[in-house]
């Protein structure tokens, strides 16, 4: 005989409804999802015309009152922002109730101190809806990866930026121009900050480094570079070189030796290079295909090599079927017989080790520069020496667009540390030919 | 404090020993794998030379002793083969153990009967290494996709049919001599039958259409073409129309309607379509840039839209990795206090609906069709009414390689059932300008 599990619901706006939706009719798929009960749910104007019928005394203004009750097993909150979503879920933990969230904003910032607390209560903060949208991936690091050292965790994990790259890519539109109408078309909020200058991205490459590397990452420290000051000459340019141009987050070990130094019993801290930033990447790739508001995530690891999750990064549907994978995972350990406190330890996946953040003159990788200079000869020569000079190897020198207002020279450098890299632009922008660095991406 | 599980392995092949190498270097990995003791060893010759040093006590040549023995909490069957791998996994969940298997034929025929074992005796098979080596795939479909209702499950699932493929495409090259060349690189077997017959992603996607659909397939009734009469000059003329040929097995719900008439209580068995056949993919297809080795999973439902799961397909790291996170996974749950016989019903994913195969000729698909006729003009106009008369619709004809020894005019129709398909060939090689049906491959 099947348990059954009664779920509040804090909030009801696009995900909400799509997770009602989802339990509501429970037809067709797994069985566990009729076992669950719709018990409470918690919205801001009782009058609002809603996407699902709810019977009138589910509903209420007080969320509190969604946590509090006791016929609540199960507190998902999909009402977003830090507060006061950061106080119900510490509040429906205090209470002894799972939490299922889809808050990446909460569990970035917060993450730590709500783990601790889940820890102790004995109950589980699960979290698939608030990375990747629909795409299983929180579920996958923390129960299918386990055996593996990770290396990288890398991927284009905000829709709303790809699917602006995507259209200046296939339009060599400007960034203003697709912005203005992403926003129309409900892919980009009237305040796209969030999405444009990276945080979001930085938010979850910060979720995904702590359950990829197993411990807490200092979202504060992530170098974080948006999308809003890209100009499409160099989306241009990245395709004639036969690049295509990504919001990347990436997540890495930099302890640049094969061995772990870390350990579970409090070992050397595990240094990590984390950073959010307008990436090239090369067209067969694996990550180049993702376009629109698709989201891709890349996990390279020993001894599994390099696996790729791929799907629909937002949108009431999918992020729905996560936070309904996350009700169901818990309903499934509740069919146990009484497990006394005790979680198991992927599910709840709390930390295992120590991790910092190094420092981002120490983050090493490719770089996409472009200059604008005089347009005289030899300053692709100038330029090379300069970089050589200051150790850092190149890949390719391209001049493009030369003319009476200057000349336009793009550098692909091979993989350097950005500290080597700012000593040489130093020197090449010390140089009177040199009138400035127009761009600098990374590069894959 | 953790509680330790023992380990007993059968197999120390190439599997085999990537998981024994796991289980000894514990660091940087989960730290539930230093829970894990690696207690006894089933090999073929005690004195062939190994890839891991293990203690000499530890090896026997009697896999029973290993199933027996009582310090082995779960039996990872990795030796492959119907007998005695499938006697072998009966008598661990006898004994009330926990089996973690690779073995995709063994599930693929044996697998209810083992399921139906499980249950009664209330322990877990775990099976991620059995499809897509180190890809999670199982898992996500178990765990993560179950407040979805499944629409398609299709995919690239056999390494060495898509390394060949990829190789054709590449290079030009005829199936023989790339057939050759991947038998000595260790990419195909000497008996490659398995594999370029598609009997081996037969059995990969009757276990997938199980976990994603519910309810155990038929495996015996899945309509299989391999691809070792494809001609070269067919995967050029896709090239050539912008396709690429992949070995694609599919599972889809062939009910035609948006609802669902199956119930869990036994109402109407959900009618499937299930091939393996090699299929035309649109370049800008998710699946068409899987190259190699590599295998690719995509899953369609409602409401999550569409993800892909992507990795390497086969090899000892990426398989041995997805062994190790079944047997995380048995140990996770082994952490909660007594569970007394009740099991997690994720985890275990046993059936909850009846499926059936439809009828080959009632699936539904796009199709690929190359003519050989004679080089007289009007032959395309034949050609199009007879698929006009019998209701087929046409995408394109397109007329290659006209010369004094005929003409090759290729087809690619739209969605019809194979029954009317069939309908119309019979028709069009009834015409004495149709010397016949020289190719006849599928198409996304």
Known sequence: MATRIGIGLLGLGTVGGGVAEILQTPDGRHPLVADLDLVRVAVRDLNRPRPVELPADCLTTNPEAVVDDPNVHVVVEVMGGIEPARTLIMRAIAAGKSVVTANKAVIARHGEEIAAAAASAGVYVLIEAAVGGGIPIIEPLKQSLGGNRIQRVS?????????????????????????????????????????????????????????????????????????????????????????????????????????????????????????????????????????????????????????????????????????????????????????????????????????HLVESSAIRQRNYLRFHTDDTPGVIGQIGTSFGDHGVSIQSIVQFDASDAGAEIVVITHEVSNGNLDKALAAITARPEIRGIAAHLGCL
Chains 1, 2 share one sequence.
């Open 155 to 355: 991927g284009i994990i905000n829709g709303t930026t790809n699917y602006i790259l995507s259209r200046m890519a296939q339009e060599g539109a400007d960034y203003d121009a697709v912005l203005r109408d992403a926003q129309e078309l409900g892919y980009a909020e009237a305040d796209p900050a969030a999405d444009v200058d990276g945080l979001d991205a930085a938010d979850k490459i910060a979720i995904l480094a702590g359950l990829a590397f197993g411990g807490p990452i200092p979202r504060g420290g992530i170098p974080t570079d948006g999308i809003s000051s890209l100009q499409s000459r160099d989306v241009d340019y990245a395709t004639q070189l036969d690049y295509g141009v990504k919001l990347l987050a990436v997540a890495e070990r930099a302890d640049n030796t094969d061995t772990d130094n870390a350990d579970r019993d409090g070992g050397p801290s595990l240094p990590l290079a984390v950073r959010v930033q307008p990436t090239l990447v090369p067209l067969d790739h694996p990550l180049a295909g993702v376009h629109g508001v698709n989201n891709a995530i890349l996990v390279e690891g020993d001894p599994i090599g390099r696996v790729m999750f791929y799907g629909p990064g937002a949108g009431a549907g999918p992020t729905a079927s996560a936070v309904v994978a996350d009700i169901l995972n818990i309903a499934g350990i509740q069919q146990l017989n009484d497990t006394d406190g005790q979680l198991d330890p992927l599910l709840a996946a709390s930390s295992w080790r120590a991790c």
